[in-house]
C-alpha cells in the first residue's frame, strides 16, 4: 500500500462519487420547461423559483432530515412550495411534476469522471473502503447496485438500513468496527463540510471535502478540512 494512503477511506455516495445535485438540475430544468404551459409560467421562471424552493426546502433540518426518507413527498412539496410563490397553486399538477421527475430520476443520474476508476484503484491499492449514505435504504441501495458499488466496498452503511445518518457518530463507529480500523489511520470523503468533514473529525478522523463546485470554503464556515479536492479522482492522481 502506498505511505499516502491510509488504512482505510470511507466516502459518502450523494455529491461525491454520483453527480446527484448536479443530475437533479438538469432534470428539474428539463421538467419546468415541458410543464410551463401547464402552470402558466414562463419556463425559465419557472425553473428558478424550483431551485429557490428546493434550497428552501433542504435548507431546514427538520424538512431535510424526513425528505430524505420520503423523496417523493419532498419533491412534491418543491413542487407546491414554487407553484404557490409563482401565485399557480396546484396540487394536481405538483403530483404529476413529482412523478414525471421521479421515473426519469435515477436514470439521469451517473458518476462523476472518474469515480469509479479511483475507487477501483484503491481497492487494488490494498486500501478498505467504506460507503456511509444518508436517505432512505431502498433509494440509496438502488443507487448502489445501479452503478456496481457493492464489490468496491468493504463496508456499506446505508441511513434508512441502519436506522441512523450522518452526523451522528454511531454510523462512523460502526464502519470503524466493521472495517476493523482505528480513526487515525481512516479518512472520511465528502462534499458536506459538517456531516462528512468536522463529525469525523471530532472522532479522530481526516476529513477530506470534496469541492466539486469549485466554490472554496465558505467565508463564514469554521471547519478546516485536511485535504480539499474536486474530485475523487484525486485521491489517485487522475
Given at each position: ?21 448536479l ?20 419556463a ?9 424552493s ?10 431535510n432530515?424526513?425528505?430524505r ?10 413542487v ?9 397553486s ?8 413529482a ?9 439521469e ?23 456511509i ?6 433509494t440509496?441501495?438502488?443507487?448502489v447496485?445501479r ?5 468496491l ?8 438500513e ?10 462512523f463507529?460502526h464502519?470503524?468496527?466493521e ?13 458536506n ?10 472522532l479522530g ?6 469541492d ?7 467565508a ?19
Open positions: 500500500m502506498p505511505d499516502t494512503y491510509p488504512h482505510a477511506i470511507i466516502f459518502d455516495l450523494d455529491d461525491t462519487i454520483l453527480d446527484t445535485t443530475s437533479a438540475d438538469r432534470l428539474w430544468s428539463r421538467a419546468a420547461e415541458y410543464f410551463a404551459d401547464r402552470a402558466g409560467v414562463d425559465s421562471v419557472f425553473d428558478e423559483q424550483m431551485k429557490v428546493r434550497v428552501w426546502f433542504w435548507s431546514d433540518p427538520d424538512r432530515r424526513a425528505g426518507m420520503d423523496l417523493y413527498k419532498a419533491r412534491a412539496g418543491c407546491e412550495h414554487a407553484l404557490k410563490v409563482l401565485g399557480a396546484d396540487n394536481e399538477l405538483a403530483t404529476a411534476i412523478d414525471w421527475f421521479t421515473e426519469r430520476r435515477i436514470p443520474m451517473k458518476p462523476f469522471d472518474g469515480a469509479i476508476e479511483a475507487l477501483q484503484s484503491l481497492k487494488q491499492a490494498g486500501v478498505l473502503l467504506g460507503l449514505s444518508n436517505g432512505k435504504g431502498e440509496q441501495r438502488d443507487k447496485i452503478f456496481g458499488l457493492e464489490p466496498f468493504n463496508c456499506i452503511i446505508l441511513e434508512g441502519f436506522g441512523a445518518g450522518k452526523p451522528d457518530r454511531r454510523v463507529d464502519a470503524l468496527s472495517l476493523q480500523v482505528q480513526p487515525e489511520n481512516t479518512w472520511m470523503v465528502g462534499d463540510l459538517h456531516w462528512e468533514v468536522a463529525a469525523p473529525q471530532a478522523m481526516k476529513g477530506v471535502w470534496v466539486w463546485r469549485n466554490t472554496g470554503l465558505p463564514d464556515t469554521d471547519v478546516q478540512p485536511d485535504r480539499i479536492i474536486q474530485s475523487i479522482a484525486e485521491l489517485v492522481g487522475k
